[in-house]
């Protein structure tokens, strides 16, 4: 067995210790269990062949892994275009969208929110995921993300105001409808 200190036993310590934690960052951003695990398994092949760069303090491993799990996705989601674009040209038809995560519960509340945050730019709904699901504090985002904590703090911010505006906007029509149907009762 390895000293503690070889890279197979960090590799191993990471592993054991953060798996569950990447995996749950992949399937809060894929429609399938099958690709998040596939996407935790090519972030701990990253983190092997880099294990010489994994930061050594424990409040800077989590950021870095889930660093290395964003650029996985994100590597995906060019393949997944490419795939579509060459589909296209090979078989004359449209490209293939590649599928939008699932996010949200089944809950009323649930829907607006995801709805909400799906009319937000992909990087407005990183940065509060960053947050709000994968309990990160500022400066360990802004670490996933490679900017300064006080970037990513005015970053998160005007995401915050850009949901709070969007989810206001999508309750608007819906108390001006219960409105209608109230003066309707009346006459």
Not at 111 to 120: D, E, I, M, S, Y
Request: aromatic content about 6%.
């Amino acid at each position: 067995m390895p000293d503690d200190g070889t890279p197979e036993e960090r590799l191993r310590t990471l592993y054991a210790t953060y798996y569950g934690r990447v995996l749950n960052f992949a399937r809060r951003r894929v429609a399938d269990a099958e690709t998040a695990q596939d996407v935790a398994a090519e972030t701990f092949l990253v983190t092997w062949r880099r294990i010489d760069k994994v930061p050594r303090e424990h409040d800077e491993e989590l950021p870095w892994l889930y660093a290395v799990a964003r650029n996985v996705l994100a590597n995906q989601l060019r393949g997944q275009r490419r795939g579509g674009r060459l589909t296209a040209r090979l078989g004359r038809v449209a490209p293939v969208a590649p599928t939008a995560p699932d996010h949200a519960g089944g809950v009323v509340e649930a829907l607006h929110l995801r709805q909400a945050l799906a009319a937000l730019s992909d990087n407005d709904q990183e940065t509060l995921r960053l947050i709000a699901w994968d309990g990160l504090d500022t400066a360990a985002a802004a670490r996933v993300v490679g900017c300064s904590a006080r970037t990513f703090a005015v970053r998160l911010h005007r995401a915050r105001q850009r949901l709070e505006r969007e989810l206001a906007r999508r309750e608007e029509p819906r108390a001006s409808g219960e409105l209608a149907g109230l003066k309707g009762e009346r006459t």
